[in-house]
T-cell receptor, first 117, second 116 residues
């Protein structure tokens, strides 16, 4: 149980285009979903937290107009990187809480590697 | 603010060796503590957790004890296997921290390589 999927697993796009990444909780209803960014050989940095039906809460320094988050249902959240640039290339990971582990346990997706040319 | 510090890697061990990965934390409240593991090419998986002082989390032969007096949550395994090769992240969730509710604060990760 507590499986989280992400799609796509990797994407390459041209500078200036937008990319959408989906995060789904497959076997539980996620009250909260989180989006992280992981740079090579570094830890995960929280970008934003989203609750179903509410606006996302962004961490300091994260541009909300650039990283659009939509949490349309209890099983789906999307991250759209708008007008992507090479510096946005990174590994984006989502997680979800609300399964049997309770609200303080997050279950992570496999991540999406974004490369912006 | 809250933070997690874990030993820097990489750590290279022979199969069946004893493993310790140190993790210490600072927190304003009473956090829950976690160890996550990231196998090559995969996402993070919850390995174990402890929610209060003196709790011991255990899974797959790994264990860690929540030590409030030393603000530590060291990960141990008595006999590692090649399949344990991965990056291990220590993390905390502090409900009294001024960040988003339930958000995790991660250490930088420790890469473990186990040789046959």
């Amino acid at each position: 149980g507590a499986v989280v999927s992400q799609h796509p697993s990797w994407v390459i796009c041209k500078s200036g285009t937008s990319v959408k990444i989906e995060c789904r909780s497959l076997d539980f209803q996620a009250t909260t979903m989180f989006w992280y960014r992981q740079f090579p050989k570094q830890s995960l940095m929280l970008m934003a937290t989203s609750n179903e039906g509410s606006k996302a809460t962004y961490e300091q320094g994260v541009e909300k107009d650039k990283f659009l988050i939509n949490h349309a249902s209890l099983t789906l959240s999307t991250l759209t990187v708008t007008s992507a640039h090479p510096e946005d290339s990174s590994f984006y990971i989502c997680s979800a809480s609300g399964g049997t582990g309770g609200t303080d346990t997050q279950y992570f997706g496999p991540g999406t590697r974004l490369t912006v040319l | 603010g809250d933070s997690v510090t874990q030993m820097e890697g990489p750590v290279t061990l022979s199969e069946e060796a004893f493993l310790t990965i140190n993790c210490t934390y600072t927190a304003t409240g009473y956090p829950s503590l976690f160890w996550y593991v990231q196998y090559p090419g995969e996402g993070l998986q919850l390995l174990l957790k402890a929610t209060k002082a003196d709790d011991k989390g255990s899974n797959k032969g790994f264990e860690a004890t929540y030590r409030k007096e030393t603000t530590s949550f060291h990960l141990e395994k008595g006999s590692v296997q090649v399949s344990d090769s991965a990056v291990y992240f220590c993390a905390l969730s502090d409900p009294s921290y001024g960040g988003s509710q339930g958000n995790l604060i991660f250490g930088k990760g420790t890469k473990l390589s186990v040789k046959p």
